[in-house]
């Protein structure tokens, strides 16, 4: 019954619904075994509150990969996101390595951008070393503006298809195998979501609401991952996760007091409605 176990690396920001306050609770109710590694620990992310505190938990990531490998412990999927340092990205790529089963899944989240600019904590030494896990990646899930650092291609606010071909052609060049890359939009009122798959492109096109909001990132990549996981095919994952991520996204809209995060726990039942239904179609197919 596709019941995954899946390792998920990525930070914990104690308040802000990003990251693993994010990624646990939606594979969760996706019915999948989910492990941590936390890559840090903050006091809150990083993107609209200032003075947060950050550990860094690099140094403590070889014993834990040291200790899985003494217990023989393998993982279907590893998901990454949000890393603590340039320096950590060299020990994910060996957990994956040592910790994959044959079949297993590199799905990589090159957490580190928006809007045209890095997030705070980052560098293009960051960057560089991004590129390398990314090379990697079954499945390479970016935003287009770290489709833009990924590739060296200049960021734009307004595109054409023949843009967003090049930025996908140059992350497979790069490496990624299949590529979801989000926040695609032709027309100031849609956004989408534009899947490639071993260099097969299809579009997925949805209303875009007017509001930023942090943390959907987050929520996209674990849905994505959460419903890929249960059997269904990239398009159909990357659809359901849109579908979700901007329910949630009304649910949170007109909120004042929240403008951190999205309210994505009330929609993770609508969510299992979502995937049951799409498997129940493919079952048909
Ligand atoms: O949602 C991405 C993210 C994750 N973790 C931390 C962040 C951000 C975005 O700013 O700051 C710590």
Request: aromatic share 8%; charged share 20%.
């Amino acid at each position: 019954m596709a019941y995954r176990r899946i390792l998920t690396i990525q930070d914990i920001s104690c308040v802000g619904q990003c990251s693993l306050t994010v990624a646990l609770p939606i594979l969760s109710a996706c019915g999948h075994e989910t492990a941590i590694l936390p890559s840090a620990v903050l006091s809150t992310h990083t993107a609209g509150f200032s003075g947060w505190t950050c550990r860094d938990l690099t140094e403590d990531m070889p014993a834990i990969n040291a200790h899985w490998n003494k217990e023989g412990l393998r993982f279907e999927a590893v998901y990454t996101g949000y890393l603590g340092s340039t320096r950590q990205i060299d020990y994910v790529k060996a957990i994956m390595n040592s910790t994959l089963t044959p079949e297993g899944l590199r799905i990589v989240d090159p957490a580190m951008a928006d809007h045209g600019k890095l997030y705070p904590a980052f560098d293009m030494e960051y960057v560089e070393a991004m590129k390398s896990l990314c090379a990697s990646a079954d499945y390479l899930l970016p935003n287009v503006t770290e489709a833009c650092f990924l590739t060296g291609i200049e960021y734009r606010e307004e595109y054409d298809e023949t843009y967003i071909e090049k930025l996908l052609t140059a992350l497979h060049k790069l490496g990624a195998k299949n590529v979801i890359l989000t926040g695609v939009g032709f027309h100031p009122a849609q956004t989408g979501v534009m899947i490639s798959e071993s260099g097969v492109r299809s579009y997925y096109c949805h209303r875009r609401l007017s509001e930023n909001c942090h943390g959907t990132g987050d929520v996209y990549a674990s849905a994505f991952v959460g419903a890929l996981l249960k059997g269904l095919d990239a398009y159909t994952a990357a659809k359901i996760a849109a579908d979700y991520t901007l329910l949630c996204m009304e649910n949170t809209r007109g909120d004042k007091d929240h403008t951190y995060g999205v309210k994505f726990e009330p929609m993770l039942g609508t969510l299992m409605d979502m995937i049951r239904i799409a498997r129940k179609m493919a079952a048909r197919d």
